[in-house]
């Protein structure tokens, strides 16, 4: 996985450490599994297929290279929620979960007043 999903993730983290004095962001956070960065109009793609996401990745922040930990989908999404390699938060097979005393992105936000939720 290249490209949008850490674009995202590395624009939380980023939003997420602001000063507490500053207004807080709303934060949205889009991850689409198997979505290649080269179809995308925001990296250069011709045609109209992204429409939405090239107009964040314009008021937004924008990486033009970024890597994943893991080649498949369980061990990245596990890796952007939480900021730990896999081997780390025990995310390493399909029927293994994270260990319960890793902190995910959205308990992380949620302490901190967010309101959390997803699709």
Do not use: Q
């Not at 930990?69 to 390699?85: E, K």
């Not at 260990?99 to 308990?107: D, N, Q, T």
Request: glycine share 8%; charged share 20%.
């Amino acid at each position: 996985m290249r490209g949008p999903a850490l674009l995202v993730t590395a624009s939380l983290l980023a939003l997420a450490s602001c000063a507490r004095t500053a207004p807080r962001p709303n934060l949205i956070l889009i991850s689409i599994d198997t979505l290649r960065a080269d179809r995308l109009g925001c990296y250069g793609y011709p045609r109209p297929t992204s429409p939405f996401l090239d107009a964040e990745a314009r008021k937004g922040v924008l990486f033009r290279d970024a890597s994943a930990v893991s080649s498949w989908t369980f061990p990245s999404h596990a890796a952007m929620f939480t900021g730990l390699y896999p081997g780390r938060s025990g995310a390493t097979e399909l029927k293994r979960p994270i260990r319960p005393e890793v902190p995910a992105l959205a308990e992380w936000l949620a302490a901190r007043g967010y309101e959390t939720g997803a699709v």
